[in-house]
């Protein structure tokens, strides 16, 4: 069953530096996602990307924030000065089309701040 | 997108099935009920969705009001790995899909 994937399953970075987390959507989904969850919160939408453009952001996904789709089948997220409180698991999510919304998330990737 | 209210917390015994209620009154006609759940900090899992009609498939089964106002998943026979977080989302059929995560029903199953 096709599944979306993502690396690294771990990070650890230290304040101000830059990461790059990355996904591999289902081949043929055309929309892409990205949330987050800080240990003990809820799941948070960042921002959802179709035709190679953003769709649609929360006031989370500020300047530090952007997305790109650089080949057929990556999707990246980055951040470029990270703070403490980046720190959270980083879910993507790829949806086929059409009315039904069924989107399906990765297994995430832990982000880790110092 | 309609809110949605789950209860916080739910024990089923192992073997039992497990039914998880969810209130979205101010749903409308063109929004989808969508379930999904989320075991330890894996990614949330897609269990199921529907409209207005029940829904059964090998994971779940989904029971609508007739009002739509509510509805409830129904997991036959629990099992210890059922043990998660469960969501109920309720979301519009045209836009672009952004899920919006409450707190979730946790479901622990006991042996």
């Known amino acids: 069953e096709p599944e979306v994937t993502q690396t690294p399953s771990h990070q650890v970075t230290q304040m101000g530096q830059e990461v790059i987390l990355r996904c591999v959507p289902i081949?043929?989904?055309?929309?892409f996602y990205w949330y987050r969850q800080i240990l003990g919160q809820k799941v948070e939408f960042l921002v959802s990307?179709?035709?190679?453009?953003?769709?649609?952001k929360s006031e989370i996904f500020d300047d530090q924030f952007s997305v790109e789709r650089p080949d057929g089948s990556n999707f990246t997220l980055k951040i470029r000065s990270t703070k403490l409180e980046d720190s959270a698991m980083y879910f993507c999510?790829?949806?086929?089309?059409?009315?039904?919304?069924?989107?399906?998330f990765g297994p995430g990737t832990r982000l880790l701040v110092l | 997108d309609a809110k949605t209210t789950q209860p916080p917390s739910m024990d089923c015994a192992e073997g039992r099935a497990a039914n998880l209620p969810c209130n979205h009154s101010?749903?409308?006609?063109?929004?989808?009920v969508y379930w999904y759940r989320q075991i330890h900090s894996q990614g949330p899992q897609y269990i199921i969705h529907?409209?207005?009609n029940n829904e059964t498939n090998e994971m779940a089964s989904l029971i609508i009001t007739e009002d739509r106002k509510s509805s409830t998943l129904i997991l036959p026979h629990a099992t210890l790995r059922d043990t998660a977080v469960y969501y109920c989302?309720?979301?519009?059929?045209?836009?672009?899909?952004?899920?919006?995560f409450g707190q979730g029903t946790i479901l622990t199953v006991h042996p």
């Open positions: 999510a790829s949806r086929l089309t059409g009315d039904q919304e069924t989107q399906y």
């Open positions: 990307f179709y035709n190679n453009e953003i769709s649609e």
């Open positions: 101010t749903i409308s006609g063109n929004e989808y």
């Open positions: 081949s043929n989904h055309l929309y």
């Open positions: 529907g409209l207005k």
């Open positions: 989302i309720v979301i519009r059929g045209t836009s672009y899909g952004k899920l919006t």
